[in-house]
Structure formats: structure tokens, C-alpha cells
């Protein structure tokens, strides 16, 4: 078990929160693999079984989820005190069918730098007297002073490759480590379900070892439908360390391939025997929407309608912005990637022109670049295509390499400080510093990159570097073989640490079980580090 960060453990009233958002979600326990999603109980009073969620906090709002088991009314309420003595109400939306039962509500006027505690009430629409049992949470909204500091933690790849909730090992284990380390807030770097994999009910492991799985009827197939797409967002919710975790850690989500499924592009013809839906346009439609109903992002970005854009800026206070990236629904076809012009590249002329003016407007100590994918790492589609930015090529910039460089040259002209690239996807950890020395581009400052995950899914080796930007593996954590499961093979998340003294950033790469394997200190008010 992990311990706390000296001086970061959750307070009592804090822990007595936790107890009581269990204990109202205490319907979803893993009593066994054949678990399933409930039935909606059509009498009584409304209920809220699946937790709650926080997302996208700043320092004067927020975002609350929740599910309901029928048609009602969303109001939460919020407080400075888990008495909930003074309470402030806020009206949220009739959640009904056509989000799946989920709604969203927005919080505004919250203090800075405060522990929020709310509540969330389902009411039936028709008799506004009629309410089921409130679901409590917390969380802490972003400072607004510098000296107050931030910590947050992040990762991603979760329920992959055929490894879903294990009721054996605890389920989702790696989730209560983090919660216990009480951050700020998590980025979930992509990768958040898995809905092309399928979970069979157990699993023979190298060693004879049973591996076993809660099942559900959505996660017997690849996802196509909506309902499908919806009921993969739901199989994370059974776990109870994800709704411990999320009643007390707001989340920053972005998407990447297996939201949809391995390896997407935009205008994608599939030819996979399992999918009778060939269109991949149409699959990422009905992925988006199930994604904006079931993750607390701004209905300006994932609409329900399957519209809107997901890349953004959440500003946490004076000392940090994260920039939220979509490497995926705007960039070209997977290719062999020499291509000598290339302005699509993996980011898309109109998210690379967002990116350069909101960085440049960035008055943060710190600007976190939130990648679903590496830069340096090469990630084949194939035997001749490469799904990220790298294709192994060690000269000049081509193919999506050149969007990069064009990224790259911005920050060091510009003079943009402070910039360090988080990211998962490759299912190992690992640091990799990247100077113009070292790299057949030279025009960039030095810049680091940290990779983390998977959270809950197979261990993969580590992948080759690509030279173009000089990267210089300085820590790698993989197993030797692919797909190790979570019983074979620790789960890493990684951790940020920004002192509000002295503004320094402390990376830390972490595994299941508490050990720190990695750490580096990068110091305020550099173009290169």
C-alpha cells in the first residue's frame, strides 16, 4: 500500500466524506465475476448508485456527474463543511434517456483555493418532494494564490487488453494508492475504457494462475452502438476504488484511439471481421457522445449530440495551465510518414494554431502539454504504418514530425516558458529529455517528456526512440514481454509536485506498491530545461 505524501493525507471529515459516498454506491459491490449493470428499478425514490464525479476545476468553478436509475432533476448543493450547516444550491439539468440517465452540472462563484464539499439530490420531476438518498463528494477547487502550490497526479490506459475488474487482486487497486495520496486533481492522459476489448470471464495466466473478470453484456463484444459505447463507461464505474477516487479527486479527461478503438483515424473503412459498422466517422460520433455523457468535460467541448471539440486549456491558479490535446480526431491517415509537406499532421492546422496562441497568452509558471501520444517514441500501426509522431526516421522532420518541429520552434522564438510534455499510451514508464544537440532538428529548446500508465491493463516493452528530436531515454520501467497482466506486472502512474516557494516542478514516476521510481526537479522560468 502507498503511503501519503508527508502533510497531503485526506483529513478526517474528508475520509468521513468518502465513507458516506461508498455507502450510497455500496449496490455496486464486486461480489463476483458475473456482475452486471442493474436493472432500472421503476418504484421508489430516485437513485444515484454510480457515484459521483468532479472535472475541469478551476479556481472559481467545476463540474459535478451523476447518474440517475430513472427520469429526475439534478440539484447539488455545496458547502465549506461536511455539516453542510450553510449550503449553496445549484440547478442542474432533468437527466433523463437521451444522455443515458447522466447529467452534468456547473459549479460558478466557488472559492479559490477551498475544500468543496457537496451533495448531489435526484428528485423525481413530477413530485419535487419526492428525492432519493443525496451522494456526497469533495474536492478542492484551484488556488489563487501562488505560494498555496499544486500537486496532481496522472496516467491512463484503463480496463485493456483483456484485463478488467479483478474482484481477487482488489479490482482496480491502483486508483485507492492514488486516492490516497490526495491530489489536487488527476489527468487521465487517454485510453480512459477500452471499447474494442472485449473481457472474458477469466483468463490462464503464463504460470497457470486463473485470471478473473467482472463481466457485463457490453463488454462481451467490440463496442458499435451507442448503448454499447455507454455500457463500456460504465463497466470502470463497478469498481469501487474508481468511485472512492472520484468522489474525492476531480478528474482532467482526454480521448485517445481505444474510446473508439485500436488505432483510429478520421475517414477510417475498417476491415475488421468484428465490427459490422465499417465507418469509423460513425463509431467516434457514438464514442464522443457516450464520452460527453459519462466523463465531466464542458458541454462546449464533448456535446451529447457527438459534437464539439476536446482539446483545451484548464487553468489551475498562477502556477500552472494544463493544454488538454487531441491527437486524434483531427490528424491524417496512419502512414509510413516521409511525407516532405505535411499541414494535417496529428494535431490539424486549426488545433496547432490554438495550441501557439494560447501558449503564447500563458502568464502560468508551468505549461503542461497534455498529449494522448509520445513524440520521441515509436508507435507502429502495422508492418509499415506509425500511429503517433515518430516513424523511426533519425533526419530531417517528415510526416507528422513536422507539425511538431513547427510546435517546437514557436515555444523557443517566442521565448515560452516552463513547458513539459505529460503523456501514457505505451503502457510502461519512462523520462525522456529531449536537447537540439542530440537531434537532426535543431531549432527547439531542450524540453522533457514523461510517460506513465497503464492504470489498469497490460505492461507492453518499451518502445524505440526516434532521433529527429534528440530524445535521450534517461528512465525506463517495462516488462521484457508484451501484455503482462496487472497480477505479472506493476501499474505506474506519475505524479507533479509545484512548490508554491519556490515554483519548482518535481516529477514523480511511480508503480503499484508505493515505490518512487523516478524523480526530477525542473526549475521555474526556462525556455529549455
Same mark, same amino acid.
Given at each position: 500500500m502507498s503511503q501519503p505524501v508527508p502533510g497531503t493525507s485526506p483529513t478526517p471529515a474528508r475520509r468521513s466524506v468518502l465513507r458516506g459516498s461508498l455507502a450510497a454506491s455500496a449496490a455496486l459491490t464486486l461480489g463476483g465475476t458475473g456482475l452486471a449493470a442493474p436493472a432500472f428499478a421503476l418504484s421508489g425514490r430516485p437513485r444515484a448508485a454510480w457515484g459521483v464525479q468532479t472535472g475541469d476545476v478551476t479556481s472559481s468553478s467545476g463540474l459535478v456527474w451523476v447518474r440517475s436509475d430513472r427520469p429526475t432533476r439534478m440539484t447539488v448543493e455545496t458547502s465549506a463543511s461536511e455539516s453542510f450547516r450553510r449550503v449553496r444550491r445549484h440547478h442542474g439539468p432533468l437527466v433523463g434517456a437521451g444522455t443515458d440517465f447522466t447529467g452534468t452540472t456547473a459549479l460558478r462563484g466557488l472559492p479559490a483555493g477551498e475544500q468543496i464539499h457537496y451533495r448531489v439530490t435526484l428528485a423525481d420531476p413530477d413530485d419535487p418532494r419526492r428525492t432519493g438518498e443525496p451522494v456526497v463528494g469533495t474536492f478542492r477547487t484551484a488556488p489563487d494564490r501562488r505560494r498555496d502550490?499544486?500537486?496532481?497526479?496522472?496516467?491512463?490506459?484503463?480496463?485493456?487488453?483483456?484485463?478488467?475488474?479483478?474482484?481477487?487482486?482488489?479490482?482496480?487497486?491502483?486508483?485507492?494508492?492514488?486516492?490516497?495520496?490526495?491530489?489536487?486533481?488527476?489527468?487521465?492522459?487517454?485510453?480512459?475504457?477500452?471499447?474494442?476489448?472485449?473481457?472474458?470471464?477469466?483468463?490462464?495466466?503464463?504460470?497457470?494462475?486463473?485470471?478473473?473478470?467482472?463481466?457485463?453484456?457490453?463488454?462481451?463484444?467490440?463496442?458499435?452502438?451507442?448503448?454499447?459505447?455507454?455500457?463500456?463507461?460504465?463497466?470502470?464505474?463497478?469498481?469501487?476504488?474508481?468511485r472512492a477516487f472520484h468522489a474525492q479527486v476531480p478528474s482532467v479527461v482526454q480521448w485517445d484511439d481505444h474510446e473508439v478503438r485500436n488505432n483510429w483515424y478520421p475517414g477510417q473503412i475498417l476491415d475488421d471481421a468484428r465490427y459490422t459498422e465499417k465507418n469509423v466517422d460513425v463509431l467516434a460520433a457514438r464514442a464522443l457522445r457516450a464520452f460527453g455523457e459519462y466523463t465531466p468535460v464542458s458541454t462546449s467541448h464533448a456535446r451529447a449530440g457527438g459534437h464539439g471539440r476536446m482539446h483545451r486549456v484548464v487553468r489551475y491558479g498562477p502556477l500552472l495551465d494544463v493544454f488538454v490535446l487531441d491527437m486524434r480526431s483531427y490528424r491524417n491517415a496512419n502512414s509510413p510518414g516521409r511525407q516532405a509537406d505535411d499541414t494535417t499532421g496529428i494535431l490539424g492546422a486549426e488545433q496547432l494554431a490554438w495550441l501557439k496562441k494560447e501558449l503564447a497568452a500563458s502568464t502560468a509558471v508551468w505549461k503542461v502539454l497534455a498529449a494522448d501520444m509520445p513524440l520521441g517514441l515509436v508507435v507502429p500501426d502495422?508492418?509499415?504504418?506509425?500511429?503517433?509522431?515518430?516513424?523511426?526516421?533519425?533526419?530531417?522532420?517528415?510526416?507528422?514530425?513536422?507539425?511538431?518541429?513547427?510546435?517546437?520552434?514557436?515555444?523557443?522564438?517566442?521565448?515560452?516558458?516552463?513547458?513539459?510534455?505529460?503523456?501514457?499510451?505505451?503502457?510502461?514508464?519512462?523520462?525522456?529529455?529531449?536537447?537540439?544537440?542530440?537531434?537532426?532538428?535543431?531549432?527547439?529548446?531542450?524540453?522533457?517528456?514523461?510517460?506513465?500508465?497503464?492504470?489498469?491493463?497490460?505492461? $507492453?516493452?518499451?518502445?524505440?526512440? *526516434?532521433?529527429?528530436? !534528440?530524445?535521450?531515454? +534517461?528512465?525506463? /520501467? =517495462?516488462?521484457?514481454? #508484451?501484455?503482462?497482466?496487472?497480477?505479472?506486472?506493476?501499474?505506474? $502512474?506519475?505524479?507533479?509536485?509545484? *512548490?508554491?516557494?519556490? !515554483?519548482?516542478?518535481? +516529477?514523480?514516476? /511511480? =508503480?503499484?506498491?508505493? #515505490?518512487?521510481?523516478?524523480?526530477?526537479?525542473?526549475?521555474?522560468?526556462?525556455?529549455?530545461?
Open positions: 502550490g499544486v500537486r496532481f497526479l496522472w496516467s491512463g490506459d484503463i480496463a485493456g487488453q483483456g484485463w478488467g475488474i479483478n474482484p481477487d487482486i482488489g479490482g482496480f487497486r491502483a486508483y485507492e494508492e492514488m486516492r490516497r495520496l490526495d491530489p489536487d486533481f488527476f489527468l487521465c492522459s487517454g485510453d480512459s475504457i477500452y471499447a474494442d476489448g472485449v473481457v472474458e470471464p477469466s483468463v490462464t495466466l503464463p504460470d497457470g494462475r486463473i485470471w478473473r473478470n467482472v463481466t457485463t453484456p457490453e463488454k462481451s463484444k467490440v463496442a458499435e452502438t451507442l448503448a454499447e459505447y455507454r455500457g463500456n463507461f460504465r463497466y470502470n464505474l463497478l469498481d469501487h476504488n474508481v502495422g508492418a509499415a504504418n506509425f500511429e503517433a509522431v515518430a516513424q523511426g526516421d533519425p533526419g530531417a522532420p517528415l510526416g507528422r514530425e513536422l507539425q511538431i518541429a513547427e510546435l517546437l520552434r514557436f515555444v523557443k522564438h517566442r521565448r515560452i516558458t516552463g513547458t513539459l510534455w505529460l503523456t501514457a499510451d505505451v503502457h510502461y514508464t519512462s523520462a525522456q529529455h529531449y536537447a537540439p544537440e542530440r537531434a537532426a532538428f535543431k531549432d527547439f529548446a531542450p524540453f522533457w517528456e514523461f510517460v506513465s500508465g497503464p492504470l489498469a491493463a497490460g505492461g $507492453f516493452p518499451a518502445n524505440a526512440l *526516434d532521433a529527429t528530436f !534528440g530524445p535521450e531515454r +534517461v528512465f525506463v /520501467r =517495462a516488462p521484457e514481454r #508484451a501484455n503482462l497482466s496487472p497480477m505479472e506486472s506493476p501499474q505506474y $502512474f506519475g505524479e507533479v509536485d509545484i *512548490d508554491g516557494h519556490s !515554483g519548482e516542478l518535481t +516529477v514523480r514516476l /511511480r =508503480a503499484e506498491g508505493g #515505490a518512487v521510481l523516478f524523480s526530477k526537479v525542473l526549475r521555474p522560468g526556462r525556455v529549455g530545461q
